[in-house]
């Protein structure tokens, strides 16, 4: 009776395995799908499943900036106003604070006026707390705004809101330019500060890494969701009309994580997640590779051992069907579990999904499924970063250039497994001796100190 129960959950975990299988050959041809979806939106506007927004910025930081710079990150139900000083390229950040301010809930569906108005009352206090500040020597104020909705964006400091998400419904400001709506609310608050650009959360990933590290030319994020940008010939981007910026870059912010293509490695559980979300069909390749949803894909080959046997004994199913009960910390905590009897892994069983007593042999198979999933995810998030490093001719023998790419997001910084698959994965893709020249660096904040150091890049005072 055991063996035959043991049978039908191997089986599970055995498809499982195989659907999720990511050789060598089929994450080349995810590469080279990604790198073809990037020519066709680079092309047109509306030709490919990424969007391959230009961001406008066209000079990266590299160290030299000078002065004092501020940035706004405005990305959900909070939002920081910080304040950094820089001091060139011996001294770099020598100063930086931050306040975090929550926003009242009927501001979210009230109207843009409110809003905006809101936030600049809060970088007024904070303005005001500081001062008058011998550190600007008469000069104006200047701000990053990074704002982590979908923009339209038409220059470095002017973007259209597109729509909102997470939540927030203020119905008036879409359509709008939200630089203009924040520059006018902080005029009205009798504030000095000229909004220098405005910058999502991944193109400020790469503004930090390229401050420390001049050879960034790759920003990702894997985190609760997924992105990259990186930097593109100006030249190699049909669809940029007008003159070319002096320095010949451009960031372009990639938006992949609505990619999707045969090559992806999708299964019954991903469908059915797909099927239920909030937006069937699209980002195809954040749901396989994001934080938000790794816990969720192993809750249901959970519950679909559970409904084809009695590995788990008699539970009350109840918590393994309620969607998002595993979190991917949860996922972490049980892939790394190196205690003799998993002990860890019991605990989020019976803690998360009320599954308890379980026997080694059924914790070892859950620990498995885990380590499926997020090889998948791993491996996946390598071969979009090599489709991007080949879109812009490196990672090649012979490229001796360094090739640095900036990460930020939870998954990469506290999972180890996860970071350590997605390093082995790169090496095996561009080979022994293009892989040398190729490096990760975990990277923080680019959502804060980036959109600073972007303020600061392209300064009115820039020399």
Known sequence: MVAAVEAVAEQVVAQLREDCATPAARLDGVAAAMEEEMRAGLREEGGSKIKMIVSYVDNLPNGSEDGLFYALDLGGTNFRVLRVQLAGKDKRVVKRDSREVSIPPHLMSGSAAELFGFIASAVAKYVADEGRNRALGGKQRELGFTFSFPVRQTSIASGTLIKWTKAFAVDDAVGEDVVAELQMAMEKQGVDMRVAALINDTVGTLAAGSYNDQD????????????????????????????????????????????????????????????????????????????????????????????????????????????????????????????????????????????????????????????????????????????????????TPGDKRKTVVAIDGGLFEHYAKFRQCLESTLAELLGEEASKSVSVKLTKDGSGLGAALIAAAHSQYAK
């Open 216 to 395: 960034a030319v790759i920003g990702v994020i894997l985190g609760t969701g997924s992105n990259a940008a990186y930097v593109e010939k100006a030249s190699d981007i049909p669809k940029l009309k007008g003159e070319l910026p002096k320095s010949g870059n451009m960031v372009i912010n990639t938006e992949w994580g609505n990619f999707s293509s045969s090559c992806l490695p999708i299964t019954e559980y991903d469908q059915a997640l797909d099927e239920e979300s909030l937006n069937p069909r699209e980002q195809i390749f954040e749901k396989l590779i994001s934080g938000l949803y790794l816990g969720e894909i192993v809750r249901r080959v959970l519950l679909k051992i559970a409904t084809q046997c009695s590995i788990f004994g008699d539970i009350n199913r109840t918590k393994l069907t309620a969607h998002f009960n595993l979190r991917t910390p949860d996922i972490s905590a049980m892939h790394h579990d190196e205690t003799p009897d998993l002990r860890i892994v019991a605990e989020k069983l019976a803690g998360n999904l009320k599954i308890a007593n379980t026997t080694l042999e059924t914790r070892k198979m859950v620990v498995e499924i885990c380590d499926i999933l997020t090889r998948r995810s791993a491996r996946l998030a390598a071969a979009g970063i090599v489709g991007i490093i080949r879109k812009i001719g490196r990672g």
